[in-house]
């Protein structure tokens, strides 16, 4: 499929996942059966030995190892992303450095990403907000416009079953009364016709997208592809450790838990013992700021999700926030990237 003036072989998208989830190796690899393969920046230099006292340049040096890793493993196939979260401090300069590196697009949520047509300045690159409804995407479509002159290359929509930070208030995810995928597809597509009667934005549906019953509704509503992250844990090309995918692997739908993140979201994970200690109410100071959440206030917060995510990343089950989306049971035992991307694509042509 055509997307801006870029070639997408398959309609699939690897959703960015942080921190240290999706880095070049798994990006890479959805690269190069011809997706596109999401390199999450959240904290992506923590491997770096400077990490801890200079977050930011580790940061930076570890996001450019990681793009010419997977455009290396990639070979020219597919396209290789970065995922950028607005709400992080460093979304700016991220933006900035990722698209000097040549990526082919930046997919951007947890927040509007109004500037995101500035950040990359004139380059060759695909833009994509992540949206959870139709009025996200409305805004955001209207103040590039007026702003920028420019529209989405691509949108991805975030349904209420998707992994991470969502884009819904925690009570209505707690109680599941958030729109359906479908419908907010629908919602979503009205708002981009409204603000763009002349071209079609494809958007790509995120959140449990490989359901079967889900993708169908979603490809009948006319969603031009998926994009998926859960699944892909369960990879052995994915850059987690072996620990970090036995958690998921072994979790199913019932140990799955929805928190108050610190970025002020509420995000979704498995209840491990961190998880069950601050729904608790425990609290875990905060020895250490890494400068990663813009609205972050440390003393306030009840754990420091850099330190969670790192540890889960590494494999501390006890320490570690292990973030999941709702398809999680579906994959039970370890795969390999060209066999996920050809059996959810089968799935795809085959849904109606
Ligand atoms: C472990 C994990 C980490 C994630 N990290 C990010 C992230 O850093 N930025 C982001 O925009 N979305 C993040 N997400 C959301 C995914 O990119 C994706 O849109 C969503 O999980 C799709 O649903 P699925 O996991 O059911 O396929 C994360 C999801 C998971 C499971």
Avoid at 185 to 203: F, G, K, M, N, T
Avoid at 281 to 310: D, N
Avoid at 318 to 344: H, I, K, R, W, Y
Wanted: glycine share 12%.
């Amino acid at each position: 499929m055509r997307l801006g003036n870029k070639e997408l072989p398959l309609p699939l998208i690897q959703g960015g996942m942080g921190v240290g989830v999706s880095l070049g190796g798994l990006a890479g690899a959805v690269a190069s059966c011809g997706g596109m393969g999401t390199i999450s920046t959240a904290d992506i230099g923590f491997r770096e030995p400077d990490f801890y006292e200079h977050p930011n340049e580790a940061n930076l040096r570890a996001l450019k190892k990681e793009i010419r890793r997977a455009k290396t493993i990639a070979g020219g196939r597919g396209l290789v992303a970065v995922n950028a979260m607005v709400a992080t401090r460093q979304f700016e300069e991220a933006v900035r450095t990722a698209v000097a590196e040549g990526v082919d697009a930046v997919c951007s949520g947890a927040g509007l990403p109004l500037n995101l047509p500035e950040l990359a300045g004139g380059a060759d690159v695909l833009l994509a907000p992540i949206v959870s409804s139709g009025k996200a995407a409305s805004v955001i479509c209207r103040t590039w416009l007026k702003r920028y002159r420019r529209l989405p290359d691509f949108v991805v929509l975030e349904g209420p079953q998707a992994g991470g930070h969502l884009g819904f208030s925690y009570d209505s995810v707690c109680a599941g009364i958030t729109d359906k995928l479908d419908d907010l597809l629908s919602q979503v597509r009205e708002a981009l016709r409204a603000v763009a009667p002349d071209r079609e934005i494809p958007v790509f549906v995120a959140g449990n997208a490989s359901d079967e019953g889900i993708m169908s509704a979603c490809k009948t509503g006319g969603a031009a592809g998926i994009q998926v992250a859960t699944p892909f844990i369960a990879t052995k090309e994915c850059d987690a450790s072996d620990s970090y995918k036995q958690v998921l692997l072994k979790a199913k739908p019932e140990d799955l838990c929805i928190i108050h993140s610190p970025v002020g979201m509420p995000g979704r994970a498995v209840k491990t013992p961190l998880v069950q200690r601050i729904l608790e109410g425990a609290r875990e100071p905060v020895s250490h700021c890494y400068s990663c959440i813009k609205s972050c206030k440390p003393v306030q917060i009840p754990f420091c999700i850099t330190k969670a995510l790192i540890a889960a990343v590494e494999g501390n089950v006890e320490e570690g926030l292990f973030f999941s989306g709702g398809s999680v049971g579906q994959c039970n035992q370890m795969t390999t990237v060209p066999e996920l991307v050809d059996a959810l694509m089968t799935k795809w042509r085959n849904v109606l």
